[in-house]
Nanobody, 116 residues
Framework: QVQLVESGGGLVQAGGSLRLSCAAS????????MGWYRQAPGKQRELVAT???????NYADSVKGRFTISRDNVKNTVDLQMSSLKPEDTAVYYC??????????WGQGTQVTVSS
């Protein structure tokens, strides 16, 4: 049983920055990867960035060079620093955790809106 609590999100102008945070609690021993996904209106949920316990990262092509994912393995938190934001980044962002075998939990989501 893993619980995720997200914070951050909001309204920013294009070119601005925003930092999202996610804290995991409960049975966190099995967590390997943590990451962020997003879902825009009328679109499927898509991967934004992931990071393993060892620090290996993976980013969607659309956010490479603009977003940075990081984690604290002691506190079981994962952050997403978003810079040079574009209107197309507008979406609900979800935190996610995985074990070595599958998905453990999803966060409730936080809205990110980027205005032109």
């Amino acid at each position: 049983q893993v619980q995720l609590v997200e914070s951050g999100g909001g309204l920013v102008q294009a070119g601005g920055s925003l930092r999202l945070s996610c804290a995991a609690s409960g049975s966190t021993f099995s967590i390997n990867a943590m990451g962020w996904y997003r879902q825009a209106p009328g679109k499927q949920r898509e991967l934004v960035a992931t990071i393993t316990r060892g620090g290996s990262t993976n980013y969607a092509d659309s956010v490479k060079g603009r977003f940075t994912i990081s984690r604290d393995n002691v506190k079981n938190t994962v952050d997403l620093q978003m810079s040079s934001l574009k209107p197309e980044d507008t979406a609900v962002y979800y935190c996610n955790t995985r074990s070595y075998s599958g998905i453990l939990a999803w966060g409730q989501g936080t809205q990110v809106t980027v205005s032109s």
